[in-house]
C-alpha cells in the first residue's frame, strides 16, 4: 500500500491518475510531479520501488495539501462571510456567487426545489 500525504493511494492506478486522489492535487500538478520525480506517469502504483515512492513524497510535500489546504480555504470562506463583501453574502446564503444564473439554474448550490405555495 502506497501512502503519501497522509493518503493510502489506489495501487492499481496509473501514478497520476493516483496522485489525484489527494485533496489539493489535480492532474496538471501529478504530472508535474511525476517528471520532478522522474517517475513515468503511466506506470502502476504498485510497479512502484520505495526509492520512487519517497521521490514522490518529497516532491508532494512542497504542496499545501488535505488538511491545511482545506483549513486555508474555510479560512477565507469564512474572511468573506466577515467581510459581508457580495461573494461573502453569495456564500452565506448559499447562492453562486461567480454570476451565474439562478432563475432556472444552480440547483446544486441552492438544494432541491420548495414547492410552490399558492
Known sequence: MARI???NLPINKHVSVGLTSIYGIGRSRAIKICTLANVNPSDKIKVLNEEQLESIREQVAKF????????EVTINIKRLVDLACYRG????????LRGQRTRTNARTRKGPRKGRTK
Open 5 to 7: 500525504g497522509g493518503i
Open 64 to 71: 499545501q495539501i488535505e488538511g491545511d489546504l482545506r483549513r
Open 89 to 96: 453574502i453569495r456564500h452565506k446564503k448559499g447562492l453562486p
